[in-house]
Nanobody, 127 residues
Framework: QVQLVESGGGLVQAGASLRLSCAASGLTFSNYNMGWFRQAPGKEREFVAGVTRSGGNIDYADSVKGRFSISRDNAKNTVYLQMNSLKPDDTAVYYC????????????????????WGQGTQVTVSS
């Protein structure tokens, strides 16, 4: 079965960096567009960043542009999220997700458009 397994979360101070990884199995990884979402307590799950299957197109939420960077390694079936200059507002559970959908303009922003999800990894940023 399909598995997406996130790792790399933790507790850091504001201004620090973290690199999240998401290892995929049970699917043809290079066929899927990949996204990172996050969900803070009491809030909706929101799109953070996404990358198309070839890596040729990338989208970011405005709140993370210039600080976060998404990348993928199709040979390793893994997608990454490099998070720099972390802020307390970045505190959330971070999820990776996979989708076959892509409009050709922008990656899907809604969680409902993603087919597979990981279990999430907690990122906590202290002030």
């Amino acid at each position: 079965q399909v598995q997406l397994v996130e790792s790399g979360g933790g507790l850091v101070q504001a201004g620090a960096s973290l690199r999240l990884s998401c290892a995929a199995s049970g699917l043809t990884f290079s066929n899927y567009n990949m996204g990172w979402f996050r969900q803070a307590p009491g809030k909706e799950r929101e799109f953070v960043a996404g990358v198309t299957r070839s890596g040729g197109n990338i989208d970011y939420a405005d709140s993370v542009k210039g600080r976060f960077s998404i990348s993928r390694d199709n040979a390793k079936n893994t997608v990454y999220l490099q998070m720099n200059s972390l802020k307390p507002d970045d505190t959330a559970v971070y999820y990776c997700a996979a989708t076959l959908r892509y409009s050709g303009v922008r990656l899907p922003l809604s969680r409902n458009e993603y087919d597979y999800w990981g279990q999430g990894t907690q990122v906590t940023v202290s002030s």
